[in-house]
C-alpha cells in the first residue's frame, strides 16, 4: 500500500515532522532528489532506510543541518575561514563539505568513519520540516538502488520505487530546485571535489583565497 502523501501545510509538516522523531522513514524534498528522510540517532532507522533503497548499509549518510552557522557543532577543520566563506556563499544551497566530525555526530551516521558530511538546504519545505524537528536530519535519494541513476528522483519516481516501502510522502517541490549539489572534501590536505554539480570549480575558488580547488 502506498504511503499518504502529507501536504506542506503546518499540519502536514507536523505529522511528517512527529514521524521522524518518533523512528519513522519519509520522502521529502530537498534542493535535488526527494530523499528518504529520517533521525540520525535512530540506528533502527536507518537500517530501514538501506533496506527501502536494497543497499548494503555500509556507507554513510549526509547530515543536514537547518542553520548554516551551526556547522562549528557537527564539524572541525583547520580552515574555519575558508568554511565560513564557502557557508556565506552557498548555504542554505547545494554544497554538501565534508570535514573532521565532532563527537556530536552519531557513529552510525558515519559508518565509523572520521568524516561528516554536512548540507544545509534551501527547499522551503525542507526548512519548514527541519524547523518542526528541531535537529538535523539524514536523507538518501528515495528511489532503489542502481535505478534512477543521471537523473533526478521526483515524486512520481520516488513513490513508484519506494512509495509502499517509506511512512509518509512529504510533497513539496517536482524535482527539487537545481540539477546537482556538489560536493567538496576540506578535511584532506587539498581541497577535492568529490562530485560536480550546480556549484563550479570556479564558484568556489572565487570565494575562498589561497587554494583551488581540485577534482578526485
Not at 533502527?44 to 548499509?57: G, L, M, T, V, Y
Given at each position: 500500500?502506498?504511503?499518504?502523501?502529507?501536504?506542506?501545510?503546518?499540519?502536514?509538516?507536523?505529522?511528517?515532522?512527529?514521524?521522524?522523531?518518533?523512528?519513522?522513514?519519509?520522502?521529502?524534498?530537498?534542493?535535488?532528489?526527494?530523499?528518504?528522510?529520517?533521525?540520525?540517532?535512530?540506528?533502527?532507522?536507518?537500517?530501514?532506510?538501506?533496506?527501502?533503497?536494497?543497499?548494503?548499509?555500509?556507507?554513510?549518510?549526509?547530515?543536514?543541518?537547518?542553520?548554516?552557522?551551526?556547522?562549528?557543532?557537527?564539524?572541525?577543520?583547520?580552515?574555519?575561514?575558508?568554511?565560513?566563506?564557502?557557508?556565506?556563499?552557498?548555504?542554505?544551497?547545494?554544497?554538501?563539505?565534508?570535514?573532521?566530525?565532532?563527537?556530536?555526530?552519531?557513529?552510525?551516521?558515519?559508518?565509523?568513519?572520521?568524516?561528516?558530511?554536512?548540507?544545509?538546504?534551501?527547499?522551503?519545505?525542507?526548512?519548514?520540516?527541519?524547523?518542526?524537528?528541531?535537529?538535523?536530519?539524514?536523507?538518501?535519494?528515495?528511489?532503489?538502488?542502481?535505478?534512477?541513476?543521471?537523473?533526478?528522483?521526483?515524486?512520481?519516481?520516488?513513490?513508484?520505487?519506494?512509495?509502499?516501502?517509506?511512512?509518509?510522502?512529504?510533497?513539496?517541490?517536482?524535482?527539487?530546485?537545481?540539477?546537482?549539489?556538489?560536493?567538496?572534501?576540506?578535511?584532506?590536505?587539498?581541497?577535492?571535489?568529490?562530485?560536480?554539480?550546480?556549484?563550479?570549480?570556479?564558484?568556489?575558488?572565487?570565494?575562498?583565497d589561497g587554494f583551488r580547488f581540485d577534482f578526485d
Amino acid at each position: 500500500m502506498t504511503a499518504t502523501r502529507l501536504e506542506p501545510t503546518p499540519e502536514g509538516i507536523a505529522t511528517a515532522a512527529d514521524c521522524v522523531l518518533d523512528g519513522g522513514v519519509i520522502v521529502a524534498p530537498s534542493d535535488t532528489n526527494l530523499a528518504l528522510t529520517l533521525d540520525p540517532w535512530n540506528e533502527a532507522a536507518i537500517e530501514r532506510a538501506f533496506r527501502i533503497k536494497n543497499r548494503e548499509p555500509t556507507d554513510p549518510l549526509t547530515l543536514f543541518i537547518r542553520d548554516p552557522d551551526d556547522w562549528r557543532e557537527w564539524a572541525t577543520t583547520d580552515r574555519p575561514a575558508a568554511i565560513d566563506a564557502l557557508v556565506e556563499a552557498f548555504w542554505p544551497g547545494p554544497l554538501n563539505i565534508v570535514l573532521p566530525k565532532t563527537d556530536a555526530v552519531p557513529d552510525r551516521v558515519v559508518a565509523g568513519g572520521e568524516t561528516v558530511a554536512l548540507g544545509c538546504l534551501s527547499n522551503p519545505t525542507w526548512r519548514r520540516l527541519a524547523a518542526a524537528v528541531d535537529q538535523p536530519l539524514c536523507m538518501t535519494s528515495a528511489n532503489l538502488t542502481g535505478q534512477a541513476d543521471d537523473q533526478l528522483v521526483d515524486l512520481d519516481l520516488a513513490v513508484e520505487q519506494v512509495g509502499d516501502r517509506v511512512d509518509y510522502v512529504l510533497k513539496g517541490g517536482a524535482q527539487g530546485t537545481t540539477q546537482s549539489s556538489t560536493i567538496v572534501d576540506l578535511g584532506s590536505a587539498e581541497p577535492t571535489i568529490l562530485r560536480r554539480g550546480d556549484i563550479t570549480a570556479a564558484n568556489l575558488d572565487s570565494v575562498v583565497d589561497g587554494f583551488r580547488f581540485d577534482f578526485d
